[in-house]
């Protein structure tokens, strides 16, 4: 996908909503390019996996997804868990390598479950993942009633063999969620084994307000619950 624009508002009665494309599921040997392009519409499933510009990307194999100079501005809402301003949901792939740089959200983002960030919702049960998120802004506030909530990603669970890089990310939304588990750039970092994250001269300008446990300017919170312990998170100015 390549300069393309949309600009109307984009509704689902179900999940995997999209501002550009809904849903990538069951694939394999997948290239996938999406660059400068932009969604102005707002976006609005009644289920989970609502994204600015995709929905979910669900058990992929062997792939390269790459996402670069996208800006959503529209307003994105989703009654489910996994709602992001770039990418809802990221569930269940395997050797799949994902690089998304210059990645910009301007719109308000709403999330009533878990899972939900001004870039990415929720990543969560996968293997040997591999994710580079450079210069990625998020201008939008980030608001909801659940757990999980973050300014560049909402949660990330329960993958095995993990490398996350965050390099230059900035936060500038407000991040409000009127339970826990609330951070500036990352909202929680769970359950994961062999796996590492490094946030590299990121940035969090937005005020960050739980009611609830666990709320942190970089990360809410990081746990293995019984889990391998070879889990790190590294901050580096």
């Known amino acids: ?133 450079s210069k990625c802004i998020n201008n939008g506030n980030v608001t909801g009633s659940d757990s999980f909530w973050g300014g560049i990603v909402g949660h990330i669970d329960s993958i095995e063999n993990m490398a996350i890089t965050l390099s230059e990310c900035v936060n500038n939304g407000n991040i409000t969620t009127y339970s826990g588990d609330a951070g500036g750039l990352v ?5 994961n084994t062999a796996s590492f994250m490094i946030l590299l001269r990121c940035t969090n300008d937005g005020n960050v307000i739980g009611h609830g446990r666990y709320v942190g300017g970089f990360v809410g919170l990081a746990y293995s619950e019984g889990y391998s312990q070879s889990v790190s998170v590294t901050i580096v100015n």
């Open 187 to 191: 909202g929680c970092i769970s359950r």
């Open 1 to 133: 996908v390549f300069n393309s624009t949309n600009s109307d508002n984009v509704t689902g009665e179900n999940g995997h909503i999209g501002g550009l494309i809904g849903c990538i599921d069951q694939s394999a040997n997948v290239t996938m390019t999406i660059s400068n392009s932009m969604n102005r519409g707002n976006v609005t499933g009644k289920e989970s996996s609502v994204g600015g510009l995709v929905g979910h990307l669900n058990d992929i194999e062997n792939s390269l997804v790459t996402i670069t100079t996208f800006s959503n501005e529209g307003t994105v809402s989703g009654r489910g868990s996994d709602t992001g301003g770039v990418v809802g949901g990221i569930a269940s792939n395997t050797n799949m390598a994902v690089t998304m740089s210059e990645c910009t959200n301007h719109g308000t983002i709403i999330g009533s479950v878990f899972g939900v960030g001004g870039i990415i919702g929720r990543m969560t049960q996968g293997e040997n993942m591999t994710m580079t998120l």
